[in-house]
């Protein structure tokens, strides 16, 4: 039996159990499918949307922003807080104003890694859960966190908030490099120095 049972209420309630390899079955229903597409391609989008926010700050072409967001998400996520906190664009709260942001991404990792490359079982044949073989187990057990469709669910609703508290922050920092640029445009120039002839 499972020695843990998980809520599955928020994205980040996690808790790894140990259960019986008896109890597990392969392959998951259509409904659970739908739901773990559905939280993968809000969290995509989600993602994509931050690089954007990272190039629209760093004011980088998209060929160039390329090759700065070419790295972990998790990397990313520190650098768009640190250059949104530079800018002074603000950052939006997230699940009733007690999460920022940024913590609300972090907590959001680790569900979409093992969403992404767990293994999909059914437990008891009435809970959807990711296996993974990184975690030890004994021969007769098998290591997983369980995902009802409600936790999916909660991983796809949080990714489209941050997101849009995202595409929020991108239109404070497009305003803020117009300000900026107009006020480069409105200051007088340096005049430039004439050369004078040397003296005989």
Do not use: C
Not at 117 to 141: C, E, F, N
Request: glycine share 4%; aromatic share 4%; proline share 6%.
């Amino acid at each position: 039996m499972a020695k843990r049972q998980t809520k599955d209420s928020e994205p980040s309630d996690a808790d790894s159990i140990k259960v019986s390899r008896a109890q597990i079955s392969a392959g998951v229903p259509d409904e659970v499918k739908i739901a773990i597409a559905d939280a993968l391609m809000e969290f995509a989008a989600m993602e994509a949307v931050l690089e954007v926010l990272i190039w629209e700050i760093t004011g980088l072409s998209f060929d160039d922003g390329r090759l700065l967001t070419k790295q972990d998400i998790g990397i990313k996520i520190k650098l768009a807080k640190q250059l949104s906190e530079k800018h002074k664009i603000a950052s939006q709260q997230v699940k009733k104003g007690t999460v920022t942001m940024w913590r609300a991404m972090e907590e959001l990792l680790p569900a979409r890694n093992l969403i992404a490359h767990g293994i999909w079982v059914m437990i008891d044949l009435k809970t959807p859960a990711a296996a993974s073989y990184r975690v030890p187990s004994g021969l007769d057990q098998m290591s997983a966190e369980a995902f009802p469709i409600s936790r999916l669910e909660a991983v796809a609703r949080q990714s489209k908030r941050i997101r849009e508290s995202l595409d929020q922050m991108i239109v404070a920092a497009n305003t803020s490099r117009a300000t900026l640029a107009s006020q480069h445009q409105k200051m007088s120039p340096i005049p430039t120095p004439i050369p004078r002839p040397p003296r005989k």
